[in-house]
């Protein structure tokens, strides 16, 4: 088949934008300020790392940019659609067709087969299987071999691979994952790690990808650096060898 990218519109807009953002978790003495006035904009069509120490607040900045955790203070839109104040309905409605998630644990359905699980999605939200579309992504993600598998019977990379897949069968917005490749080894971390790749340079696919591993982070476009809840540097065309001096030097300004 003819790949298109992943369409979002005229892509005039930023595909996720973050303006003053603010999370505070508990109240009073227990108060405890993982984002702290945070704005950036996500251009649609690149690869975006966070990084930062412990406890900087990498994947809560992750979530509000997701929809999944409401911001203190401050705005996210996703394109046009403003998240914050938006009624739960709606916003998972919104979270189901225009944001894809990748999480450490694969978390699949244990029952179904790769294929019943990339394109479950779609069958929660009562849409037709794009068939084309699947057999496209799967044999992109090099699991077109293991669709009547069931997660039991697939490795630990394949399996964050049709978890990948899954995340992009609806043609999302933007794709977020958190920590993809931090509990695979070295090989399937490649292979993950090229999938998402893919994702961006081929069908134009905006990912926000938190990690702690340099090398993952290297196969991004950008890394933004957190500590204590704010952005305090980005790198550009990173490498391994200058995210990993990065994050030396801010922990040791920490």
């Known amino acids: 088949m003819t790949v298109q990218k ?26 405890v300020t993982a984002l702290n006035d945070v704005t950036w904009n996500f251009t649609p069509g690149t690869f975006t790392a966070v990084m930062g120490p412990s406890g900087s ?5 992750l979530q509000c ?11 996210v ?8 104040g938006m009624p739960e309905k709606k916003l998972a409605i919104i979270r189901r067709d225009l944001v894809g998630f990748v999480f450490q644990a694969f978390n699949l ?34 699991i077109a071999n293991r669709l009547s598998h069931r997660p039991h019977e697939l490795s ?8 990948i897949c899954r995340a992009l069968i609806t043609k999302p917005r933007v794709l977020c994952a958190d920590e993809p490749t931090g509990a695979l080894d070295k090989a399937s971390s490649k292979a993950v790690l090229s999938v998402l790749r893919d994702a961006v340079n081929e069908l134009g696919q905006t990912v926000i990808m938190v990690t702690h591993d340099p090398v993952a982070a290297a196969h991004a476009d950008q890394v933004l650096f957190l500590v204590d809840g ?21 922990a040791g300004e920490d």
């Open 156 to 163: 630990g990379g394949q399996q964050q691979r049709v978890a």
């Open 6 to 31: 992943i369409s979002t519109g005229q892509r005039l807009s930023p595909a996720v934008s973050l303006t003053q953002v603010r999370h505070v978790y508990g109240v009073k003495e227990t108060a």
């Open 77 to 84: 839109f996703l394109g046009d659609h403003q998240l914050n």
């Open 109 to 142: 359905m244990p029952a179904l087969t790769a294929a019943e699980n990339i394109t479950l999605p779609l069958r929660l939200a009562h849409r037709a299987a794009d068939q084309a579309w699947m057999n496209e992504l799967a044999k992109r993600a090099g």
């Open 57 to 61: 607040g990498k994947t809560t900045l």
């Open 65 to 75: 940019a997701a929809g999944l955790l409401e911001p203190t203070t401050g705005s």
């Open 230 to 250: 704010r952005i305090v540097d980005v790198m550009e065309t990173p490498t391994p060898e200058r995210v990993a001096a990065t994050m030396t030097r801010l």
